[in-house]
């Protein structure tokens, strides 16, 4: 029986430093990472939605409703940042600037 219950402390002690490693790892990952905020364009076609992102070229993504859009866009700019960082590009900086201009008709 203490044979039995050695063993499980030790897979416990194992487990548990194995959650407190992955937990400071993942932390560390997140502190060396920027939140870097893009202006996303959202256009409503006839039958969806339709998002791109001007920083990012070729960014773009569908959906039936804005929600879905949203979400996709999300992790279209995810993935293309993703592929950037892989080929060793450089992240753009967020440049463009959104703007509602009133006009009499």
Known sequence: MKDIQTAAM?????????QVFEH?????????EKMIKYTVIYE????NWGAYVP???????????LA?????IKE?????L???KEDGQ????????????AVTI
């Open 24 to 32: 400071l790892y993942c932390s560390s990952k997140i502190m060396n």
């Open 44 to 47: 409503r076609g006839q039958t």
């Open 76 to 80: 279209a700019i995810a993935l293309y």
């Open 10 to 18: 030790t897979a416990l002690r194992v487990y548990f430093s194995n």
């Open 82 to 84: 993703e592929v950037l």
């Open 55 to 65: 920083d990012l070229p070729g960014c773009v993504s569908i959906g039936d409703t």
């Open 68 to 72: 879905e859009v949203q979400e996709n």
């Open 90 to 101: 450089p992240i753009p900086e967020p440049s463009t600037q959104v703007g509602k201009v």
